[in-house]
């Protein structure tokens, strides 16, 4: 199969980037630093991530509020203007199709940032709900995220309009005079930049920031131990089409306007489903692991309690830099999700003692205002 490549493809080549195929592009996974200097350097300074791969698409015209509400748990109607918020694709039996960003950028015109790996079936899932909408496919905007504590002063120095951003809100700007859309948003824990810029002038805004001293690239292998210890779900690990929210822990993504007593209830897919189990709870919980020690534990491997009976299953883990040993995150028995449970991975045999703990594993510091 051959790969698609980001408008930085050159660029994370020349910078020395260990290249490897991620949701059908050829994606920087590290650069000669490594990945425990990238993240750690991310939770210092501003790391800057190359995320033109994730899918980004307008949806406008009367009635779009309505009809992102029949597909998304999320209060639409209610959003103002340039902001944003996070928003779950479920389906009919309350799993979750994909996770995404919605931000309005006019009263019937709303921005969409999707996961790579699902932009595709997301794509044809909105156009089959359309009823007068138009969607358009920004095929010719790359996306880049700068993150880190040191990223609101570059940004400062950069563009003073989008430096004062709150977390979850956005705006039009012009950046060395190309026009872009700046939010205040990441997935690494940290305050911090998306930026959306034309395909054809990323490079050089890519090559801008990295001549600011603070700023350094950092690729995926950085960003999922980022976003791993800040507690954040990844789709295909923490997120498929049969875990629902209320397992997932994001009951929050939920708006209080759409559920069961609030003024616009259901109408989504998998509605009720959901709301039964937000009412009766579900078999199996999200939950934070530490790790005794510094073995690793991984993906797929099984979480056993005293007894030695499999409860759970790992579904993300890493090395986290930051917290200084590793972590993961598991889906286990309800009854065993509470902080301080000790249990234990069977990693290739030997029982590897870990203990539930709560997420975030390090403290999460965006910027609120």
């Not at 910078?15 to 939770?43: C, K, S």
């Not at 801008?208 to 791993?228: K, M, N, Q």
């Not at 790790?291 to 099984?302: F, I, L, S, T």
């Amino acid at each position: 199969m051959t790969l698609l490549t980001t408008p930085l493809d050159a660029l994370h080549r020349e910078l020395g980037a260990r290249m490897v195929p991620f949701a059908g592009y050829d994606m920087p996974v590290q650069y000669p630093t490594g990945i425990l200097r990238e993240h750690l350097h991310t939770r210092a300074a501003a790391g800057l991530f190359d995320v033109s791969h994730m899918g980004q698409v307008i949806v406008e015209g009367p009635g779009s509020a309505e009809m992102l509400e029949s597909l998304v748990p999320v209060d639409i109607a209610g959003l103002g203007l340039n902001r944003q918020t996070y928003a779950l694709f479920t389906n009919e039996r309350g799993g979750v199709l994909d996770d995404l960003i919605i931000t309005r950028w006019a009263g019937d015109k709303f921005f969409l940032v999707v996961n790579a790996g699902c932009k595709q079936q997301d794509f044809a899932h909105l156009e089959a709900h359309l009823s007068g909408q138009r969607l358009t496919v920004l095929h010719q905007q790359a996306l880049l995220a700068l993150q880190g504590p040191a990223a609101r002063e570059v940004m400062r120095g950069l563009c003073p309009a989008a430096a004062g951003l709150v977390f979850m809100q956005g705006c039009a700007a012009t950046i060395d005079g190309v026009d872009v859309y700046v939010t205040c948003s990441g997935y690494t824990g940290e305050d911090g930049f998306e930026i959306s810029v034309p395909a054809a002038r990323a490079e050089a805004l890519a090559r801008r920031l990295l001549a600011i001293t603070p700023v350094r690239p950092i690729g995926l292998g950085a960003r999922d131990s980022l976003r791993l210890e800040a507690g954040l779900c990844l789709y295909g690990h923490e997120l498929a089409p049969d875990i629902d929210p209320v397992q997932a822990g994001l009951t929050w993504s939920i708006s209080r306007a759409r559920r069961a007593d609030g003024v616009r209830p259901g109408g989504f897919p998998g509605a009720d489903v959901i709301f039964q189990r937000m009412a009766a709870g579900t078999p199996l919980r999200r939950v934070g692991l530490a790790v005794e020690g510094k073995r690793p534990v991984r993906e797929g491997q099984a979480v056993l309690d005293g007894q030695g009976r499999q409860v759970g299953t790992i579904c993300s883990a890493c090395f986290g830099a930051t917290v200084g040993g590793p972590i993961a995150m598991a889906y286990v028995e309800r009854a065993l999700g509470e902080p301080g449970t000790a249990l234990a991975v069977d990693v290739r045999g030997t029982h590897v003692p870990v203990a539930v703990t709560p997420m975030p594993f390090i403290p999460q510091r965006y910027h609120r205002g």
